[in-house]
């Protein structure tokens, strides 16, 4: 595996090869190593398959955990090694953020107009703006993201057809610990008893998702009222159905929908969903 | 000369060759002809040389000379081809902006905060959102932006950096008629008399560059003293001495600078600028 710290040695990355990158944050875990193989798989034996680490600050807003975000660069490495990694993209902040005041994308749409959006006003430009520097520099043939961030994947979606870019963006499914949690590098910060009530989340989804014999706002209540009960130390941001190409909400799920929730366990703001087919 | 409608076709031009794009929105005239002429020169022979024409919605605002901006497609083309173009790349709006509502680029940043940026709230968000798409279907090596729009090119610059584009920025001097107007698309809207009276812009900014015994107040109050005194039917929008790179106003010129001015006349906003070097 190379190790790439600078824009201009993967701007100059000999092509020709398909070229697979795997954006991440770091703080790698399981969930990530599957993402890894899945781009590795992607790329085939002849593909080049590139993984970047930067733990991107636009994308924080004030009083988030941007400074306290974990970083684990040495177990990192040794999991983008075993999971088939070619290369490895390590930028600083200068090296991404190089301008005094920078230009970038805005992401102010109807997609971002619900779930987190409103919670965390400018992460999905910032999203959007590292991803789009990303794409630049490493001019991948395909992405891949996870499916853990949903609404995410939406809008680099929707990045990528509106800007016309010449990349095909893949989600992946979401791992999860044998309770259902749904795998984080935020999982770290729950306490002992948070880390006990989190599975709740899965839980209350997975009901959404089979209570068929219910109406979309009879699901949603039975849903709030699950995780009120069993996780007494978490807040709920929101709990909501949504079409799952356009992120607005659904009264009835007669289309491709999503159940998404964020769940607020002290410091850790926690997210999950989970895709609901209409019944025919 | 191929000429290209769709997106997809452009996206599949084979490659190797150096590219050089010249957006433009078409009413080409000789200004673009040497403009074309220059990216022609940038791509040597074996280079493929792209014009696009495209009138593009978002960088007008409301109020704003869209639907009337001239369209001259036949002469634009025959114009094309006398300047050695390869490639004559002219979609439709749909095909640029497909989505209902489309993400673009946020170019409110220091450098649009001055000129026309207050003038045309929005201008340069749609300039940098076009020119991204364009840069992402076509993947230029050169692009080349004339130099009449001098807070345009500096905010592209500033793009393609900021956003780690790979393709060289280069600006194409300003041609004029016989009388010192600079050629613009816009020109064509001017009355006999407003016509007549139109030189004045360059008249006063050669003036301010070429008094290097005043202070810089004084030349621009020459300046406006002028341009009130012999164009009667325009009215000044702005004229100031700005940092050449930073677009940021400039009391001294201790740095190189440009001197630029729009001036309305009727319903055509015409707008010019001299690039001043520092007296050593």
Redesign the interface.
């Known amino acids: 595996m190379t190790i790439i710290e600078h ?1 201009e040695e993967i ?1 100059h990355l000999s092509s020709g090869k398909t070229r697979v990158l795997v954006p991440t944050m770091g703080a790698l875990h399981h969930g990530h190593e599957r993402l890894i193989r899945h781009g590795r798989s992607l790329a085939g034996k002849a593909g080049q398959l590139i993984v970047s680490i930067f733990v991107n600050p636009t994308q924080f807003g004030p009083g988030e955990d941007f400074e306290t975000y974990p970083r684990t660069p040495a177990e990192d490495r040794s999991l983008c090694i075993a999971a088939g990694t070619d290369i490895l993209f390590q930028p600083t902040v200068e090296e991404m953020y ?14 971002t107009g619900t779930l987190c959006g409103p919670d965390r006003p400018g992460h999905f ?1 910032g999203v ?2 590292v991803v ?2 990303l794409f ?2 490493i ?1 991948p043939d395909i992405a891949v993201f996870g499916k853990k961030d949903y609404q995410q994947l939406a ?1 680099i979606k ?2 990528a ?6 990349v095909k963006i893949i989600g992946s499914e979401t791992i999860r610990e044998k309770d259902g949690l749904a795998m984080s590098s935020r999982n770290r910060y729950l306490s002992a008893q948070q880390r006990a009530q989190a599975p709740v989340l899965y839980k209350a989804l997975k009901g959404i998702s089979e209570n068929n014999n219910l109406e979309s706002a009879a699901r949603i209540k039975a849903a709030r009222d699950m995780i009120a009960r069993e996780a007494p130390l978490g807040k709920i941001s929101y709990l909501q159905i949504v079409d799952r190409e356009t992120m607005q909400e659904l009264m009835e799920i007669d289309r491709p929908a999503l159940a998404a929730t964020a769940v607020q366990f002290g410091t850790a703001r926690l997210i999950d969903n989970i895709e609901i087919d209409p019944v025919i």
């Open positions: 824009a701007e190089s301008a005094e005041q920078d230009l970038g994308t805005n992401a102010d749409t109807k997609l430009d959007c703006t789009n520097k630049s520099l001019q809008v929707q990045m057809s509106n800007l016309k870019m010449p």
